[in-house]
């Protein structure tokens, strides 16, 4: 069961992420005709598809990708690919959200920007590396992960979670006509940091510096049996 659940996590990364791929090249089409014809309606277009189908999207491919890194051994600092891919994500959700969006706001209402189309292009260039990087898985090991610790994949209950997160928040969001992702934020920051404190009693155990239930002493004799 959990390995089905985990699949179809995986194929909801990947239809978001095609989508998300897919819209930011809708978008950039737009923009230059906009900004070829000075239609300004191509821009409200654009604005629609940002706010409705892209901004969820988008939310929902980095939710699904961080999700399989927090449940499954992968990690998010074991591999330097799948840190890369972090980083790249958190940027384009950056740019997207704080830059891109005001600036189609601003030109929906006729003060039209020439960086537009050159932010959304950088924003597909991202996706077409982090795809590069999901299929060659380049690099290795970072030097953080310990290779005496493999982290557990999670429980069924972990995955169907993180399926029925991104349908919530996509049901408030019609809802309140408002895309924002607030119970993926949410889940995946809890999940995140609970994983991490098992990671590091994980690692501690296995290092011999103790367990979660206390730090072990060097001459320490091993416990009998209870």
């Known amino acids: 069961m959990a390995k089905r659940a985990r699949t179809l996590l995986v194929w909801l990364h990947v239809v978001t992420s095609v ?3 897919s819209q930011a090249v809708a978008l950039f089409a737009l923009l230059l005709y906009g900004l070829n014809t000075g239609d300004v309606n191509a821009f409200r277009m654009a604005r629609v598809l940002d706010h409705h189908v892209l901004a969820f999207m988008g939310a929902a491919s980095a939710f699904s990708g961080m999700m399989l890194s927090a449940t499954t051994p992968w990690g998010y600092f074991r ?3 799948v840190l890369a891919k972090f980083v790249i994500t958190v ?3 950056h740019v997207g959200i704080f830059i891109l969006s005001d600036n189609l706001e601003a030109a929906a209402n006729g003060h039209v920007s020439a960086w537009l ?4 292009a950088c924003m597909i260039s991202a996706f077409s590396f982090q795809t590069w990087l999901s299929v060659a898985k380049p690099w290795g090991r970072t030097p953080w992960a310990d290779p005496k610790v493999k ?3 999670a429980s069924t209950k972990a995955f169907v979670l993180a399926l029925v997160i991104p ?3 996509l049901v408030i969001g019609l ?4 895309p924002a992702p607030f119970l993926m934020l949410v889940t995946v920051i809890a999940y995140s940091i609970r994983r991490a404190a098992r990671g590091r009693n994980r690692s501690s155990a296995a290092s011999g510096r103790g367990t979660s239930a206390g730090p072990a002493r060097r001459d320490a004799a091993a ?3 209870r």
């Open 19 to 21: 989508g998300w791929l």
């Open 151 to 153: 982290l557990p994949t």
């Open 79 to 81: 591999h330097w690919w």
């Open 117 to 120: 189309p050159v932010g959304t």
């Open 175 to 178: 809802y309140t006509a408002s």
């Open 223 to 225: 416990p009998g049996p």
């Open 167 to 169: 349908l919530a928040d």
């Open 91 to 93: 940027g384009q959700l």
